[in-house]
């Protein structure tokens, strides 16, 4: 099933290169918040956040692709990742990733935590099944557990609800460029235009066409 998806995502996104020679429009391709989320960015830096979930197929599916896209973005633009908040298993994939920023392993870790989950069907929920896991990039068991359980993380899972009720988030994955500009699956088109949204949107804000 994965693998039929990320073929399905990969041609659409093909597909999807001539779909948006204009400019994207508001409340239609992308949603406006009433209330702009302040990126805390000097003028002249764009912020694109992703905001997925590691349980997600469809954050799973995107991420190859998103990647690449991010690698690619000028110096101007800012690419975070923000995990999502909506369920208890998915606060606990929230800590893990943390828990490994706190470590310095994230990016490391990244990729192999999706195919932990979707191609070896592990829940990563417990302490033990993640202290293992992370003690594969050099991290004991003590250590593990003591950043998934510290307050620094805990403290960012509460700034991750926070953010996630002030983009008004009903799913993921979702990309939210500059604090004001909201990209789903179902603004966008379907999940291959996400990208190609995204980059329209960044250029029009350095062009001083959006605000």
């Known amino acids: 099933m994965i693998k039929k998806l990320l ?4 041609v659409s996104l093909c597909l999807a290169s001539t779909a948006f020679a204009a400019a994207p429009e508001a409340g239609k391709d992308y949603k406006v918040l009433d209330e702009p989320v302040n990126t805390e960015l000097p003028d002249g ?3 694109v956040t992703e905001v997925f979930w590691y349980g997600c197929p469809h954050c799973y599916a995107l991420n190859p692709s998103l990647e690449k896209w991010a690698a690619e973005l000028k110096d101007d633009v800012d690419f975070e990742l923000l995990p999502a908040t909506m369920g208890r298993t998915w606060v606990r994939h929230a800590a893990v990733y943390y828990a490994a920023t706190q470590l310095g392993i994230e990016h490391k870790l990244h990729d192999d935590l999706f195919d932990a989950i979707h191609k070896n069907g592990k829940h990563m929920t417990d ?5 293992e896991f992370f003690s594969h990039y050099g991290v004991s068991k003590e250590a593990a557990l003591k950043a998934l359980n510290s307050f620094g993380v805990k403290s960012q899972i509460n700034e991750a609800h926070a953010r996630m009720r002030a983009y008004k988030l009903m799913g993921v994955p979702a990309l939210v460029v500059d604090g004001k500009y909201v990209i789903t699956p179902k603004t966008a088109g379907g999940l291959e235009n996400m990208l190609t949204i995204a980059s329209k949107l960044t250029d029009e ?7």
């Open 127 to 131: 302490d033990g099944e993640i202290a």
């Open 7 to 10: 073929t399905s995502f990969i």
């Open 45 to 47: 830096k764009i912020q």
């Open 205 to 211: 804000i350095r062009d001083g066409n959006l605000k």
